[in-house]
């Protein structure tokens, strides 16, 4: 049975991935985020980190945002040092402990699309999640179970060609700098 882990400093959150054989080596490169994300995570309640199997979990609201018959897809990210992080999938937010998938959705469009919350319309939000247990993109090495929400959102004023955004999030260690999107045929 898992149990949860708690670190007082980044350095001991450190230390313990690689006392877990989680080789660091490849954070903060390509898509990988870094050990200070992850920190962040743990510290905003977005994430929390349980073992035995060192697991990080995280509640991920994503969001279909439709044009017609097609969806809006975030093609890549684009950190404040240039680097390029491939994404490939909808608007995605983490969630925050007592927060709603509709709530965290909205945030998400605020800080990702930079559309004010009274122009956005929740259309459907999904109240049980999907489960899936998988190495993370966004942490090499360490696995991490996602508990998925969807929510459907109006958002009007979207451009109908391919554009980009700047991210607008308030956390400390925030570290993408613009967001690429693109509408995409809808595929269920």
Do not use: C
Not at 43 to 55: D, F
Not at 65 to 80: N, S
Not at 167 to 187: D, G, L, M, N, V
């Amino acid at each position: 049975m898992s149990n949860p882990v708690s670190f007082e400093t980044i350095d001991q959150l450190m230390h313990w991935l690689e006392s877990q054989a989680i080789d660091l080596q490849s954070w903060n490169r390509g898509g990988a985020k870094s050990v200070e994300n992850l920190w962040q995570e743990l510290v905003s309640g977005e994430a929390v980190i349980q073992s035995p199997p060192p697991m990080r979990i995280v509640s991920v609201v994503h969001i279909i945002i439709r044009q017609g018959a097609k969806i809006l897809i975030e093609e890549k990210q684009e950190y404040h040092s240039g680097r390029i992080r491939r994404r490939g999938i909808p608007p995605a937010e983490k969630m925050k402990p007592g927060e709603s998938a509709a709530a965290a959705a909205i945030r998400g469009i605020e800080e990702e699309l930079g559309v004010d919350s009274p122009e956005v319309k929740i259309l459907k939000s999904a109240q049980q999640p999907r489960q899936a247990t998988r190495d993370s993109q966004s942490y090499p090495g360490l696995l991490t179970q996602y508990w998925l929400y969807e929510v459907e959102a109006e958002v009007p004023g979207l451009p109908d060609e391919p554009f980009s955004t700047i991210e607008t999030s308030k956390t400390p260690a925030a570290q993408i700098r613009k967001h690429y999107w693109h509408w995409q045929p809808w595929q269920p």
